[in-house]
């Protein structure tokens, strides 16, 4: 088999929940670039990219189509789409870096793959080791008061676990826990995202003064870089803390077990480079027996399908994952995962196992 064909087109997704923000800043649409592999069989896989936000990653939608149609897509052409290492380590020796985009070709090929053998995805990495992953849902950055009747909202829809953004004062953002926790009752699991807003000591005054509400994890409270930073976080307060920006893959989780600075890797598809990177920085975490759970940029039902197919064949998994964004989203052109009771499973249909609304995002041809 033959990849023949490789095309990316731009999709705005649209967040039904306005005003969400982090303490970076925030947006109420996602550009997503959706991709279409065809080979010179019957078999074909779609992909999705996540650009992110551009304060974050410091990539734009238009970036990702320049790469992906016009070296990505040439380079591969030709190639058989079950040579996976050689087609990541021949994009990876064409571009630095530009992991999202690639990780948009990681996902087209999965997904290829995955039809082409009329199996799930998962099968390619191992199969489910969990059945049903609880999921996160996320949380913007509100007034107190608002974040909390968001989040009651989303507990009695079931959720067992929240991530709530924080990252403005003391003050606010442990009122913004209290009240949350107040709102959702004690059995839920709280997670607070800092988006990397303090100094190492700010962060453990804001983290000790939220000890009444039981946190279980703090993500990334202090600057990517800033390794001893989060390490004297670590040790100085209760919760688990997680690196998120500080690690885009396997050597970067391989410094963060080094320098001690977190419990806790954020493993995410689009900034890792795609499944099959992402494995890798997972088999970082399982030698150095540190912890991991499966994050997510938000977008569509295509993205959430590939991380719930990865956190289910994660062996060490026992945290929650980020998996139901995709239910903000008010226009997605997906199809085929739902979420029931907080919980989600892998789709068992070949590939991704999602139906993609071709004629609608244009890759219909
Ligand atoms: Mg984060």
Not at 14 to 25: E, I, V
Not at 117 to 146: A, D, I, Q, S, W
Not at 315 to 332: H, K, Q, V, W
Not at 350 to 365: C, H, N, Q, S
């Amino acid at each position: 088999m033959k990849i023949t064909k490789v095309r990316a087109v731009s999709y705005k997704v649209q967040n039904a929940m306005t005003g969400w923000k982090t303490s970076l800043g925030g947006h109420d649409t996602h550009e997503m670039i959706f991709l279409r592999v065809d080979t010179d069989e019957k078999a074909s896989g779609v992909g999705i990219a996540s650009p992110g936000a551009i304060f974050i990653s410091g990539d734009t939608g238009t970036n990702h189509l320049e790469l992906i149609n016009n070296r990505f897509g040439p380079a591969i052409v030709g190639a058989d789409p079950f040579d996976l290492e050689g087609i990541i380590a021949r994009l990876d020796s064409i571009v630095h870096g530009a992991e999202r985009a690639k990780a948009g070709i990681d996902l087209a090929l999965h997904d290829l793959m995955g039809k082409a053998l009329g199996v799930p995805c998962n099968r390619l990495f191992g199969g489910v080791v969990h059945p049903r992953v609880r999921v996160t849902r996320l949380m913007g950055m509100y007034e107190p008061k608002e974040m909390a009747e968001k989040s009651r909202a989303l507990a009695e829809r079931g959720y067992t676990a929240l991530k709530l953004k924080v990252g403005t004062t003391v003050r606010e953002d442990v009122e913004r826990v209290k009240r949350v926790r107040e709102a959702v009752g004690p059995e839920v699991t709280i997670t607070i995202d800092f988006n990397q807003a303090c100094s190492p000591k700010e962060a453990i005054r804001t983290v000790n003064a939220m000890e009444p509400y039981d946190v279980a994890l703090v993500e990334q409270p202090v600057k990517a870089t800033d390794l001893k930073g989060m390490a004297l976080v670590r040790q100085s307060v209760s919760p688990l803390v997680m690196a998120d920006e500080a690690v885009n893959s396997a050597t970067e989780a391989l410094k963060i077990v080094e320098a001690g600075a977190a419990d806790v890797i954020s493993l995410k598809i689009p900034k890792m480079g795609g499944i099959f990177k992402a494995r890798k920085a997972a088999a970082v975490c399982e030698a150095a027996g540190i912890e991991y759970l499966v994050g997510t940029a938000p977008g569509s039902r295509l993205l959430d399908a590939a991380n719930v197919h990865l956190a289910a064949s994660l062996r060490n998994l026992r945290l929650p994952c980020e998996i139901g964004e995709f239910e903000r989203m008010a226009n997605d052109p997906c199809a085929g995962l739902e979420i029931v009771n907080g919980f989600s499973s892998p789709p068992e249909r070949p590939g991704l196992g999602i139906e993609v609304d071709l004629a609608r995002v244009g890759l219909a041809e």
